[in-house]
């Protein structure tokens, strides 16, 4: 497909967005956005406005969004309207969004439970703040703390008087106690995510006390161990794994294991293929794609400093991408909770 073809797949969208074929329109936007990330190119060489820019990311999330649900089970025809308000919105509506997120309960997604505290696990396993505090949402960033990203964190939070809990890397915290100072400062909730950000399914059990271990010893200076014990497991892995439970267990009866039902995808942002306008408006989408998660209610919501992945630092996604989300989880009528 050349650039031309991207161009009339792009028109041909518009026109069956007007009809009203909205996912026919996802399809065919996506199919175009893709052609140009595969090839390295940025929309603005395809001359796209600002507009454009924003419904052809809209219609990949919305696209994406349909094909996830068409694999599942169970009442998905709500969701698929979801996907379709995405793709065909002009202007984004957060109290319309927030209407609907709320009207969907966990049953729409069966493998998100509140709490897993089945007996084959020793420790318990945290999703969501359950259904009776359906209107709270826990904001969690990881992989902190970070020079060149932390503070534009907290100054956002404080600009909006939001509490989160940090989850912190412990060696991070050894090189940047001055950041950990502010972060406690300022009355957010530090909590372990492991000494170097290992995968714990790869460790031996001796090694993952070490890295339990050696985080507390950097996180005790700042505050008093507490009971219970969150913590977060680098990339989440390992929270079915029977050994990760026996060996953190043997630690620390008290750990709970702080998953997230609600992934902000902050981490997968496609900063390579896009400038600094584009960033912050791909930041803003991500907060719609947080927002439309059939997942949020009640909702721990995963969310990055120092997303080292993407090899930059730029503090205008981690501004507006932390402003919008907390602005619009607000207004779709949830508060922000710590533990
Ligand atoms: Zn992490």
Redesign the pocket.
């Known amino acids: 497909m050349d650039e031309r073809t991207a161009q009339e797949l792009t028109e041909s969208a518009a026109i069956a967005q007007q009809k009203g074929r909205h996912l026919d329109a996802a399809a065919m936007l996506h199919e175009a956005l893709t052609h140009d990330q595969w090839n390295g190119g940025s929309w603005r060489a395809l001359g796209r406005s600002w507009y454009e820019l924003r419904q052809l990311r809209a219609a990949e999330n919305a696209w994406h969004r349909a094909e996830l649900l068409g694999s599942l089970d169970g009442p998905t025809a709500r969701l698929r309207e979801m996907a379709l308000i995405a793709s065909g919105r002009k202007a984004f509506s957060p109290e319309e969004v927030g209407a609907r997120a709320r009207s969907f309960n966990h049953g729409a997604l069966p493998a998100i439970e509140h709490f897993v505290a089945d007996a084959e696990f020793r420790l318990p396993v945290l999703f969501s703040l359950g259904e009776q505090n359906r209107f709270q949402a826990m904001l969690t960033i990881?992989?902190g703390p970070h020079p060149q990203t932390s503070r534009v964190i907290l100054k956002t939070l404080k600009d909006h008087a939001v509490k989160a809990v940090f989850f912190l890397v412990g060696s991070s915290v050894e090189a940047y106690p001055e950041i950990v100072a502010e972060i406690v400062a300022d009355g957010h909730y530090v909590a372990s995510?492991g000494w170097r950000?290992e995968r714990f399914p790869l460790l031996s059990p001796e090694e993952m006390v070490d890295e339990m271990d050696r985080t507390e010893r950097a996180l005790m200076q700042f505050r008093p161990t507490p009971k219970p014990y969150y913590f977060r497991l680098?990339?989440g892995d390992g929270w079915a794994d029977q050994r990760v439970h026996a060996a953190i267990h043997g630690w620390n009866p008290d750990v709970v294991l702080v998953h997230w039902c609600v992934d902000s995808t902050d981490s997968m942002a496609p900063f390579e293929f896009l400038d600094k306008e584009a960033r912050e408006l791909d930041a803003e989408l991500r907060v719609l794609h947080t927002l439309t998660d059939p997942a949020f209610s009640a909702p721990i919501i995963l969310a990055h400093d120092n997303i080292v992945v993407l090899r930059t630092r730029d503090p205008a996604f981690y501004h507006q991408f932390y402003s919008r989300l907390i602005e619009e989880t607000r207004r779709c009528g949830f508060e922000f909770v710590l533990p």
């Open positions: 990881d992989d995510h950000h680098p990339g």
